[in-house]
């Protein structure tokens, strides 16, 4: 049977990595963090001391950069230039700059690039903000995550308590709105969904019934071809 490309779309900490992640697992396909991509991207430009905003240093940025990805049934690590950067782009502040840094299209352009590559043979599921709409518009199966942002919020806090930190929820909040606005206006690539994605409400879902929901439509999918 033939491996299908599964893409899964939406907003910070509505749960998608964690499904995808466990799903791909599950059907023993390769599981790609896009997101950590560019969160990786973006913490390359911080440790280089490189201005957002300086297209001409992201070029020379983009064209020395390496990001590999090293899967894991329990989780991926992301490799920058040869070093693991799994725990450093997690924290807070590369939240932001991975949503500025995405913005631009020359990183975009790196970064869809090695995307495409990694699964282009199908057996992958990918999660992201454009995977059905600009990295993989004719993906096999296109789900669209949406959860309201205090409940997404109070997960990224949590999440950010079991590492060790001390965040403020508040805080936590108003970055997650910040980063929601930012993704969906942005003029290259935003955050919507594909016309023909299935929309799943996380909010009151655990990640059991996300990945139940999940497998139902993909054993509709494998029927049909």
């Known amino acids: 049977m033939r491996k ?3 893409a899964i779309d939406g907003p910070a900490a509505s749960g998608k990595s964690t499904a995808a992640r466990l799903f791909a697992n599950k059907l023993q396909y390769v599981y790609i963090d896009t997101g950590a991509m560019y969160r990786a991207c973006a913490f390359a430009a911080k440790e280089a001391g490189i201005d957002i905003s300086d297209e001409s240093a992201l070029k ?3 064209d ?4 590999s990805i090293k899967y894991d049934a329990s989780e991926n690590k992301i490799f920058l230039n ?14 932001g700059l991975a949503s500025a840094i995405s913005a631009h299209a020359i990183v975009r352009q790196k970064m869809v690039e090695l995307q495409r590559k990694l ?6 599921v990918l999660d992201g903000r454009d995977i059905g709409t600009v990295v993989f518009p004719n993906a096999d199966l296109k789900f669209f995550f949406v959860a309201p942002a205090e409940i997404r919020a109070k997960r990224r806090f949590d999440e950010l308590v079991m590492r060790g930190e001390n965040p403020v929820i508040e805080d936590v909040l108003n970055e997650m709105i910040a980063r929601d606005k930012a993704d969906s206006s942005r003029a290259l690539a935003p955050l919507i969904p594909a016309e023909d ?4 409400d ?5 990640i059991e019934e996300m990945i139940d929901l999940l497998n139902t439509h993909y054993l509709k999918k494998v029927k049909t071809q």
Do not use: F, Q, W, Y
């Not at 020395?64 to 990001?67: E, F």
């Open 202 to 206: 996380t909010g009151s879902l655990n």
């Open 64 to 67: 020395a950069i390496r990001i």
């Open 60 to 62: 020379t940025l983009m």
């Open 197 to 200: 994605s299935i929309h799943i």
């Open 4 to 6: 299908l490309i599964i």
């Open 119 to 124: 699964g282009v043979e199908g057996g992958v």
């Open 82 to 95: 040869g070093n693991d950067v799994s725990a450093a782009i997690r924290k807070p502040e590369i939240s």
